[in-house]
């Protein structure tokens, strides 16, 4: 397999344990009937800086866009339809803050948050199926050698802007959120 799709893969499996980790999370609030806010702020960092600005914006900027180069529709194709997720998820992860804080300072809303969680773990897990199961052996199939390379370079761009030490700490903070809750699993 072509690097470009092996490191966005590698990527997803730290997700998972971030995501796995909120999925028994959620059990457990529903089990205590409390929202585990400190829990919750991590992923929201998690998910902000990790998923969207380092994962996301290796896709968006570095893999897709050559992709499309290479034949692969966006519109009313798999990139198309992967980018409107991406969104969704931005959006998601909006909500479920507002909502936080809402619980916070008012107390209400745990239903909400609640929700909001699981609708987050059930578009990731869905998204990263079908990039790891379509995109990408799609992708690897029209990808040239100059190619890899190009979009090789541009993921260390995109971690170059983000900062240095930003990508592993935020490895370390998803072992922690998919450690966590490891017993209730
Ligand atoms: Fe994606
Ligand atoms: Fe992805």
Redesign the pocket.
Known sequence: MPRPSSILMREHEVILRAVKGLENKINYMRDSGRIDVDFLRDFIEFSRTFIDRCH?GK?EVCLFPCLERRGIPREGGPIGV?LME?EMGRTLIKRLSEALDRYVEHGEGFDRVIQLCEGYVELLKE?IDK?NNVLFPMGDEVMEEKDSEEVESCYDEREEEIGHGIHERMERLAEHLGGESEDST
Do not use: R, V
Request: charged share 35%; proline share 0%; net charge negative.
């Open positions: 996301h896709e992967l991406h998204h990039e």
